[in-house]
C-alpha cells in the first residue's frame, strides 16, 4: 500500500497545542471537502477520539517502540487509504523519545513517513526569540533525520504587535510562518 500526502505536527513541548492545531487543521480541511485522515505518534487513545470526530474516520497510532520502525509505514498507508491527506499529530517535544534516544519520537515518525514537519509554537512569552527557538529545531531536525521544519504555527500570540514582532523576527529564517492563533 502506498502513502499519499501526508503532513506531521510537532510542536516544541507538550502542551503547546498540537492536538487544537492537528484537529483544526483536520476539520477545516473536511469542511472544504478533501477526505482527511490521523494518525497519533505514540500509544495514545485520548487524541485519536478528537481526531475521528475531526475526520470522520477512525485514527490509527504510530509507534515504533511496540511496533517496530518497519511498521510505521505500512500503518500510516492503512491509515490513509481513501484519503487525500494523512495528519499526524506528534508527541511531547519533536525529539522526545524513549529516554534520552530518538526512538518513538515524532521526529522518528516524521522521518519513517518521509513527511513535512510543521512545528506549533507557543510564542505567549517571547518575541525575537523566537528565532533562535526555530533555527534550533530546524538545523537540529535537518542535521539528525535529513530534514528541516517545512513551516511553523504560532500559537497563544496576544496581539497584533505581538504577531509583527514574532513575523519580523523569523523572516529570512527559510521556514515559512503557515498560520497564527491568538490567546483566545
Known amino acids: 500500500m502506498r502513502l499519499g500526502a501526508r503532513v506531521v505536527i510537532a510542536g516544541t513541548h507538550s502542551g503547546v497545542g498540537k492536538t ?8 477545516a480541511l473536511r469542511r472544504r471537502g478533501l477526505a482527511v485522515a490521523s494518525a497519533k505518534v ?23 517502540f511496540l511496533c517496530g520502525p518497519e511498521a510505521v509505514p505500512s500503518i500510516a498507508a492503512k491509515a490513509a487509504a481513501g484519503a487525500e491527506l494523512l495528519v499526524v499529530e506528534g508527541v511531547m517535544g519533536l525529539f522526545d523519545g524513549l529516554g534520552s534516544t530518538p ?18 509554537v507557543d510564542a505567549s512569552s ?18 539528525n533525520f535529513d530534514r528541516g521544519v517545512s513551516g511553523v504555527i504560532l500559537n497563544r500570540v496576544g496581539s497584533d504587535t505581538h504577531e509583527a514582532l514574532l513575523k519580523e523576527a523569523l523572516s529570512g529564517s527559510g521556514v515559512p510562518v503557515l498560520g497564527v492563533l491568538r490567546r483566545d
Open 126 to 143: 517571547m518575541s525575537t526569540s523566537v528565532r533562535a527557538l526555530l533555527d534550533g529545531y530546524h538545523h537540529h531536525l535537518e542535521r
Open 20 to 27: 487544537t492545531v492537528a484537529t483544526g487543521l483536520m476539520a
Open 42 to 64: 505514540g500509544p495514545d487513545f485520548i487524541d485519536p477520539g478528537y481526531h475521528q470526530l475531526a475526520t470522520g474516520r477512525v485514527g490509527r497510532n504510530l509507534d515504533s
Open 103 to 120: 526512538t518513538a519520537s515524532t521526529a522518528e515518525v516524521a522521518s519513517l513517513l518521509d513527511a513535512p514537519v510543521v512545528l506549533v
